[in-house]
DNA sequence: GTCTATAATGAGATAGAC
DNA sequence: GTCTATCTCATTATAGAC
């Protein structure tokens, strides 16, 4: 199950070879869980696609809720950092308005899962999953939650005027919107260019923004 | 697959006994796929579900891609006439300006995930797992697209200033935002009252409503 | 750490009696 | 239309050689 991160103590620094492996299945299993979900993707799939045996997945990935774990964890704690300090960045600006708490937690996500990679983009979609799915929440709770319970206060700082049930359902309203750009891309067109994007994050920002607003001001 | 709705031609007309089976069939299934997907979700567990043997889904509802396609199609319709005729009364009383268009879109769906029964908030669920996954793109298609279409135009005629595709990224923000109602309200916290769920409605009308007035007037 | 081989289980689908 | 029985295949996971 998805109890720890289960950190067994080694006997030795694994070598070069074994991390690259593992990285090649992790990065396979990223891409398999992102596009299938978990059920969809299997771990045989993940091992082809890896260019390993399948016995070799389980070796470096337990059973295939910890590696669904594991690559959910992998980069949780990058966009936390990006976020957290683009918010701090904000703050010391005197920019933590609202625009300006929205556009730290939108920018990164945005500009780490459309600018920095197929991986990146892979790890948006799969994001979405770990969101849909209730059987995924205690990964949300450790990979997620504490980063929304930053953002949620700062919201209720710069919107007094909304509850706290208000502001949760604002936030999600806005965090299930940012999802649909990973997985729903197709509804809206094409996303090649980086102009388009750009464009969309503009439109996504106007949106949230008016929305939370319209929240946070008596009816 | 998924290709048609095939309707095959019967030498007579089921018995009554027949289509209370399907029903049952069809019941335990949508609760199945609802909440574990089309992969997680087995025949077995829907034929156990549903009191009958195994082989009985197969007989009454085709392979296990026809009968996701059935149960997804077989409350479409009633859902795409409440939105229809939401819309048309609004006409008639000159009511389809932006906030009247949305409620017209988000209350029906609403009033019907919430208010009518387990097995429609089940078929809540069922909708956010055909529009997340690009899979089922051919099953959005028929059911869903010519009442987006509408819906699409309408807000188009009430907001010149934006563009299509500003418009359809605002439907696909807003429709998220409709389905995170279905999957995520254990992050919002628990609607058990009416009370509530009618609050939300109003914090999710204001939400896009405002977003898509930001969306459609310049700057 | 990596491989081959295989165990153990569960899946979707069908044949044929009733 | 319904049931029993079964086919065929894919799944996860592990044992053990190298």
Sequence with gaps: MIEKPKEKQRQRAPSQRSLATRERILDAAEQLFSEHGFDGASIRDIASKAGVQGALVNHH?????????????????????????????????????????????????????????????AYGRLIAHVSADERWRPISEVCFDPT??????????????????????????????????????WRIGDLSGSADTDDLMQTLLDYCEAGFRAIGSPG
Excluded: N
């Excluded at 319970?149 to 299930?176: D, H, K, N």
């Design 148 to 185: 929304a319970q930053v953002f949620t206060s700062e919201l209720s700082r710069v919107l007094p005027g909304a509850s706290p049930r208000q502001i949760g359902a604002g936030f999600v309203f806005m965090v299930s919107a940012i999802l649909s750009l990973s997985t729903s891309t």
């Design 61 to 121: 990935g337990g059973s295939k809720e910890d590696l669904f774990f594991t690559v959910v964890a992998r980069r949780a704690g990058v966009l936390a950092e990006h976020r957290l300090a683009a918010l701090e960045a904000r703050k010391t600006e005197d920019e933590a308005d609202l625009r300006g708490i929205l556009s730290a937690f939108i920018g990164p996500f945005l500009e780490l899962t459309t600018h920095s990679g197929p991986q990146w983009r």
